[in-house]
């Protein structure tokens, strides 16, 4: 079971980048997945999460993004993926998913997202 984050870069204030989570081990779409973030110095905050576990897709997202970040999966190429846009400075972080199976928490490597002018 593996996660793959990627799609981060340094883009200006107001910007868009998308961020990638590619699974293999497993089907992402049978699973909640969620991405999260530590900014530098900070811990690390929940973003966004879609889980399916009641039987329709429920989701998540933290105050600080609502409006601006979309979770969407694409269940054949096995991935999911975080739109963010109108980014701000203090979205400044690196970007983890992760997914829950059976329990056992699974993380990908982080993504680094930087916003600065």
């Known amino acids: 079971v593996q996660l793959q984050a990627s799609g981060g870069g340094s883009v200006q204030p107001g910007g868009t980048l998308r961020l990638s989570c590619t699974a293999s081990g497993f089907s992402l779409g049978d699973y909640a997945v969620a991405w999260f973030r530590r900014a530098p110095g900070k811990e690390r905050e929940a973003v966004s999460c879609?889980?399916?576990?009641?039987?329709?897709?429920?989701?998540f997202y933290a105050d600080s993004v609502k409006g601006r970040f979309t979770l969407s999966r694409d269940n054949a190429k096995n991935t999911a993926f975080l739109q963010m846009r109108s980014l701000k400075p203090e979205d400044t972080a690196v970007y983890y998913c992760?997914?829950?199976?059976?329990?056992?928490?699974?993380w990908g490597k982080g993504t680094l997202v930087t916003v600065s002018s």
């Open positions: 992760n997914s829950e199976i059976g329990g056992v928490n699974y």
């Open positions: 879609i889980d399916d576990s009641d039987g329709y897709s429920q989701y």
